[in-house]
């Protein structure tokens, strides 16, 4: 098991007034075990794992379709990372629990290594409930990644499972008014591997091989506050006589 992570998260969004939006998004990667972290000498990076800023596009087609766009710059200790990525999501209602399911490819390059693409599947499931005239909602998610290499020799002789990663993720949001809101989260992020065997000169295997789990427990608060256009909070879903 890989030590703990801590993510904070800042996400600001510009709702237009037919609920599709913009936003900016800004996630910070601490590890419990220092070793991981150090980015960069003399600042606050020194402390971090990972620096990450996402802007995206939502467009909402009605209540039930919408698609998307993204764009996320990752720095880490020895590479940086531009992930672009094009998704779309189905919601569903049934009373107060909301079910919601995403698919997306993400075509990522890394400096200075390779450039690659990925498929991501996710399911989530949520409710809304009042506490004192507030609205907090329970979110339970599960999230599967699948990678693609575009070197077809590399893909036909690396040792690969079916799928790559996989995060499961439970969420509690907490609405101060319509226009922030405060999400903490705890999630655990397997990631599946193929392992080959290795040994030393003498011919002795010293690493087993086969397949292997490599488990990290992540925990974090999302930060979200939310600009409607106009000013004046309206709102997020599409009204029968609402034209786009």
């Known amino acids: 098991m890989r ?6 998260e800042l996400q600001v969004e510009y709702v237009l007034k037919n609920t599709s939006f913009f936003y900016f998004r800004n996630q ?17 990076t020194r402390l971090l794992e990972r620096v990450q800023f996402r802007l ?24 940086n990372l531009l992930f672009n990525e094009l998704y779309v999501r189905h919601i569903g209602v049934f009373g107060k629990t909301r079910f919601s399911q995403r698919a997306s490819y993400e075509h990522i390059f890394r400096w200075p290594t390779n450039t690659t693409g990925r ?15 507030k609205a907090i909602r ?21 040792a690969e499972r079916l799928i790559d990663r996989g995060r499961l993720r439970f969420e509690i949001q907490y609405a101060f008014n ?11 992020q397997v990631d599946f591997l ?4 290795g040994y030393d000169a003498t011919g002795t295997l010293v690493r087993s091989g086969g397949k292997q789990n490599s488990i990290a427990p992540i925990m974090g608060i999302d930060l979200r ?13 599409i009204q029968a006589d609402t034209k786009n």
């Open 3 to 8: 030590s703990a992570d801590f993510w904070p």
């Open 28 to 44: 910070y990667r601490r590890n419990f075990d220092n070793e991981f972290n150090y980015l960069r000498e003399g600042n606050v």
């Open 56 to 79: 995206g596009y939502e467009h909402m087609f009605n209540n039930v379709w919408c698609s998307g766009f993204t764009s996320a710059y990752a720095i880490e200790r020895s590479r």
């Open 119 to 133: 498929f991501r599947l996710r399911a989530e499931v949520d409710r809304s409930f009042k506490i004192h005239k």
């Open 138 to 158: 329970p979110r339970l998610s599960y999230e599967m990644f699948y990678n693609l290499s575009y070197q077809p020799q590399e893909q036909s002789i690396k």
């Open 178 to 188: 319509q226009k922030f809101s405060v999400t903490p989260f705890v999630m655990e």
């Open 194 to 197: 193929e392992v080959e065997p």
């Open 225 to 237: 506050y939310v600009i409607f256009q106009g000013g004046k909070p309206f709102p997020r879903t």
